[in-house]
């Protein structure tokens, strides 16, 4: 949102703002010392930690407003209103009065500049640690970040994505796409696209953020993003610009084109309902960029893998559970057009068409009488060779690799409810798994990936991905 108020809590500039020393992302909070989720007030350039650790941003700005309400405003103070902070670790601002991030600047562009210079203190923070760690690796040849691959040994060079505010769900969705090798090279291939009235910040780009600005891309926003994550330049990447664009954006994209994502992750359900009373059957195609799958109720109360009471939920039983023959009830009858009136029907789903990416997303959620509760049971999925034969529509129709899937990405959702809790993603990436947790990235075993509560899976085609090196 484009903030009213900046103009009256924006009164500091990186050339006369006392700020700590150090990286800002590790910057501590003056009130608790916690140095997690750190903000910068953009009045008077003191730091508080985020209302996710214990508020004291939030409050500091709520103190600053008592005197306002409780006596007469003097100049000064309506001029210092402590509203708007800035995020030290993804630099994003936002408005207290507002309660909501901000995407525009001052006249004479203090945001940018506040945020430039933070950036330019994390980077030679990033600079001064990779020099002291180089010279740790030089001196021990035991450290966590190191991998020994076909006898020698190899750094990672994966990034994390910062944080924006609750983004967590939106980085871990970004980080399974980039190791999905046929989706990811179509747009690290792409030529990069230059775009007028945008202002070089080192590697970033700032676009405008006025409302009439059209001169943005998304598909360059995700290029950049994608060919950031694998370089190794820095250990953390902010997906800010991406973040805007799509939000500045996303009403474009609802005509319905045919785009590289229908192409990868598009496939085909044939939906048949039957008639109950006079036999009359119905059938539908519709396209899907993703199957959601219900937990089957007999297994919801079974929470862990090592439980005894009975057996485990695997993947085969929520899409058996999809795909089976189901008798509507009375909520959902079926409008027969040969009886002329609602009629009690059932309705089976096959496959017409598989993706070459099959996303499965798996109902974690579900509304009882008064609120949403997660169904936390864990649902046992293949590493590889999901077969996916069983569920098509014409399976004699389809060559014995084209039903067989791999992972290659898993999204978990951490905490008890839909409004609340943390997203992280495991990913495949050259035989090796890792695990994305907003900025941190660290190596993991299969062991632990299977364990994982999955929230959504993303499984690669075999053949598809063994056409991946062709792109």
Known sequence: MECPHLSSSVCIAPDSAKFPNGSPSSWCCSVCRSNKSPWVCLTCSSVHCGRYVNGHAKKHYEDAQVPLTNHKKSEKQDKAQHTVCMDCSSYSTYCYRCDDFVVNDTKLGLVQKVREHLQNL???AFTADRHRKRKLLENSSLNSKLLKVNGSTTAICATGLRNLGNTCFMNAILQSLSNIEQFCCYFKELPAVELRNGKTAGRRTY??????????????????????????????FSPESLFYVVWKIMPNFRNGASTVVTAIFGGILQNEVNCLICGTESRKFDPFLDLSL???SQFRNKRSKNQENGPVCSLRDCLRSFTDLEELDETELYMCHKCKKKQKSTKKFWIQKLPKVLCLHLKRFHWTAYLRNKVDTYVEFPLRGLDMKCYLLEPENSGPENCLYDLAAVVVHHGSGVGSGHYTAYATHEGRWFHFNDSTVTLTEEDTVVKAKAYILFYVERQARAGADKL
């Open 294 to 296: 219900d937990i089957p």
């Open 122 to 124: 994390e980077n030679s």
């Open 207 to 236: 676009h405008t953020r006025s409302q009439g600005d059209n001169n943005v891309s998304l598909v360059e926003e995700f290029r950049k993003t994608l060919c950031a994550l694998w370089q190794g330049s820095q250990t953390a």
